[in-house]
C-alpha cells in the first residue's frame, strides 16, 4: 500500500477589512501606495502635491475603499497641511513619527515608492505611532515661538564672530561678555587697519540689529501671554523658579495638548530624557538620554533646571510671578524647588557630573509641569497633582 502523504494543515489568517494608504511627501509630488482588502499588492501612482490633485486623490481613494479607509504619512517639511486637505475632502489622514517607523536592518535602498508601500504595510499591521497634530492657530503660536529660538541661534553665533575676529587682533576682555561695561570697552576700540575697522562694524551692527530683532520677537510672545487660552497656563508655570514668559510660552505652544500624556513618564520620554537601554539575556546596560521627541522642550528644561542648584528660596522676582496664582500652585512650585536641589546635590556628591546632574533634574521637572498642566485638560483635585508630580 502507498503510503498517503501528510497534508499540513496551517491556520488560516484572516484579512482585515481595511484599505490602507502610505502617502510619500514631498515638495513637488506625492508617492501613493493603497492597500486594498483583499488583495496581496499595492496599487501605487504618483501625483502632484497640489490642492486640486489631493481633492482629485481624497476621490479616488473614497471610490474604490474596500471596507474602512486608512491613510497616512510621515511627518516632515511638508507640515500637517495635506493632511488638512484630506480632511477637508472627506479623507481622514494622520501624521505618523517618522523615527517610531520600522525599518528592517539589512535594508539599504530607499526609494519614494518604497517608503509609501512600507508605510502602508506598517499601517495595515498597526505598527506606526501617530503624531498629535496642532490646531493652525497653536502651530502660528508655535512657530513665533520658534522664530525667537532662531533669532536666539543668530545672536549668540554673531557675537561669536565678533568675539574670534578681536582674539585673531590679540583683543580679549576680561570679564563678562555683553554687559554695559563691556560695550563701553568694544565702543572705545581703535583698530589700526580700514579693513578691520568696516569688520568690526559690521560684526557690531549685525548684533545690534538681532538684539532688537529678538526683543521685538520676545515681546510679541508676552503679549499673547497675555490672552487666552495662553494667560492661565503661563501663570502657572511661572511660579516654577526658573520658568519665565517665554520658557512658558515655549513650553506650552510646543506641547499644546497634554491629554496625550498619560503620567509625568510618558512626558519624559517624549522629551528623550529617559536614559536609553540595551538589554539582552542576564545584561542590563543603559547610557545617555535618548534625545528621542521635541528638542525645543528638552533645551528650556535644561536650562531651568540650572536654576535648582541654587539653595531653594523666593526671591523678588518670583514672588512677583507668583502673585495671583492658586495656592496649590505655589505649592507644587515649592516642593518643586525643595525636591530638585535635593536630587542635583545628592547626585553630584557622588560623583556625577553637574551635566549629568541637571538632566536628571529636568526629567523630575518635566514631571512637575507634567503635575501643573494635567489641571488645565483633566479633572483632578490639587492632592492628586501634587502626587503625581512624583510618579
Not at 321 to 336: C, H, L, N, T, Y
Request: proline fraction near 4%.
Amino acid at each position: 500500500m502507498r503510503r498517503q502523504s501528510r497534508i499540513r494543515r496551517r491556520p488560516v489568517m484572516m484579512m482585515r477589512s481595511t484599505t490602507d494608504v502610505g502617502l510619500d511627501t514631498s515638495k513637488k509630488s506625492i508617492q501613493v501606495a493603497m492597500l486594498v482588502a483583499g488583495r496581496r499588492e499595492a496599487v501605487e501612482w504618483e501625483i502632484a502635491n497640489e490642492p486640486g490633485a489631493v481633492k482629485r486623490l481624497a476621490r479616488r481613494l473614497l471610490r474604490g475603499t474596500v471596507g474602512e479607509l486608512r491613510v497616512c504619512y510621515e511627518a516632515g517639511p511638508c507640515g500637517y497641511t495635506l493632511q488638512r486637505q484630506l480632511r477637508a475632502a472627506g479623507v481622514e489622514a494622520i501624521v505618523v513619527a517618522p523615527s517610531l517607523v520600522p525599518v528592517k536592518p539589512g535594508q539599504r535602498i530607499k526609494t519614494n515608492r518604497r517608503d509609501a508601500r512600507k508605510l502602508a504595510q506598517a499601517l495595515h499591521a498597526d505598527g506606526l505611532t501617530e503624531v498629535h497634530p496642532p490646531t493652525l492657530e497653536e502651530e502660528a503660536v508655535r512657530d513665533l515661538s520658534r522664530c525667537r529660538e532662531d533669532a536666539r541661534e543668530d545672536l549668540l553665533r554673531a557675537r561669536h564672530r565678533l568675539a574670534k575676529m578681536l582674539l585673531r587682533r590679540g583683543l580679549v576682555y576680561g570679564a563678562k561678555a555683553w554687559t554695559d561695561a563691556h560695550r563701553r570697552w568694544l565702543r572705545s576700540l581703535d583698530l589700526e587697519h580700514e579693513a578691520d575697522r568696516a569688520v568690526f562694524g559690521d560684526y557690531l551692527q549685525a548684533i545690534e540689529h538681532l538684539e532688537e530683532r529678538l526683543r521685538a520677537l520676545e515681546e510679541k510672545l508676552v503679549a499673547l501671554s497675555e490672552k487666552e487660552p495662553y494667560r492661565e497656563p503661563v501663570g502657572w508655570l511661572r511660579c516654577l523658579r526658573g520658568i519665565d514668559t517665554v520658557t512658558a510660552m515655549t513650553l506650552v505652544t510646543e506641547l499644546h495638548d497634554f491629554r496625550r500624556f498619560e503620567s509625568p513618564r510618558a512626558l519624559m520620554a517624549y522629551l528623550g530624557l529617559v536614559p536609553s537601554e540595551n538589554s539582552t539575556g542576564e545584561k542590563h546596560r543603559r547610557g545617555a538620554i535618548t534625545k528621542a521627541g521635541n528638542s525645543h522642550v528638552r533645551r528650556v528644561l535644561v536650562e531651568a533646571s540650572w536654576h535648582y542648584r541654587h539653595r531653594p528660596a523666593v526671591g523678588r522676582r518670583l514672588r512677583k510671578r507668583r502673585e495671583g496664582q492658586p495656592g496649590w500652585m505655589i505649592a507644587v512650585a515649592d516642593r518643586a524647588q525643595l525636591r530638585l536641589h535635593k536630587r542635583f546635590w545628592k547626585l553630584a556628591l557622588h560623583g556625577k557630573s553637574t551635566n549629568k546632574a541637571v538632566t536628571a533634574v529636568a526629567r523630575e521637572l518635566a514631571g512637575f509641569i507634567w503635575a501643573a498642566l494635567s489641571l488645565k485638560d483633566a479633572a483632578a483635585t490639587p492632592s492628586q497633582v501634587i502626587v503625581g508630580s512624583h510618579a
